[in-house]
Antibody, heavy 123, light 108 residues
């Protein structure tokens, strides 16, 4: 059974760096064809794709956030870490991590999500 | 940047067919995926690769894609199908993926 859980601070101040950890079980991120992704959702708004970190340590980031985002993985601890610099109140959102698989034609998609963690950016 | 466009809301009576559309320039070449999100919950995959239904998703959910438009159809919508539905796909260069703006399905 695959599970994912996000953890990190509920409140950060503007200009600070956010660090979130996705702890997962039921799969290994050493496995070809697997990835972990990050998605966020501001209160009352739509989902926003942040990016993916793949089994081979390749990464894809949202073009609009690429300069602020870093994904790392620790396969021995079954963890993926998101770091986002220079946080702003507009970054207030629920942040989700999700298990991602490679489908036909090399499309990657999310098949299982964590419950998400709400991060508020406020002085 | 790449965008997927969905109607803000769709409203049907119980037992009617609900159709939620998603338009995007890359959809003729890229698969569409659909997620259901109920209030206060994480999204759940309800359709992948245009028309494939994950295990556990009721048969009343189906998907199709033609040209620049993908459609999620719920035949005989139930009250429990209410929620927000998001389409998801990738741009032509595989450089990044996007979600549509979401469609609120109202069944009453």
């Amino acid at each position: 059974q695959i599970t994912l859980k996000e953890s990190g601070p509920a409140l950060v101040k503007p200009t600070e760096t956010l660090t979130l950890t996705c702890t997962f079980s039921g799969f290994s991120l050493n496995t070809d064809g697997l990835a972990v992704g990050w998605i966020r959702q501001p209160p009352g708004k739509a989902l926003e794709w942040l990016g993916l970190i793949y089994w081979d340590d390749d990464k894809h980031y949202s073009p609009s956030l690429k300069s602020r985002l870093t994904f790392t993985k620790n396969t021995s601890k079954n963890e993926v870490v998101l770091t986002m610099t220079n946080m702003d109140p507009v970054d207030t959102a629920t942040y989700y991590c999700a298990h991602s698989v490679r489908g036909d034609s090399h499309n990657w998609y999310f098949d299982l999500w964590g419950r998400g963690t709400l991060v508020t950016v406020s002085p | 940047s790449y965008e997927l466009t969905q109607p803000p809301s769709v409203s049907v009576s119980p037992g009617q067919t609900a159709r939620i559309t998603c338009s995007g320039d890359a959809l003729p070449k890229k698969y569409a995926f659909w997620y259901q999100q109920k209030s206060g919950q994480a999204p759940v995959l309800v359709m992948y690769e245009d028309n494939r239904r994950p295990s556990g998703i009721p048969e009343r959910f189906s998907g199709s894609s033609s040209g620049t438009m993908a459609t999620l159809t719920i035949s005989g919508a139930q009250v429990e199908d209410e929620g927000d539905y998001y389409c998801y796909s990738t741009d032509n260069n595989f450089s990044h993926s996007v979600f549509g703006g979401g469609t609120k399905l109202i069944v009453l």
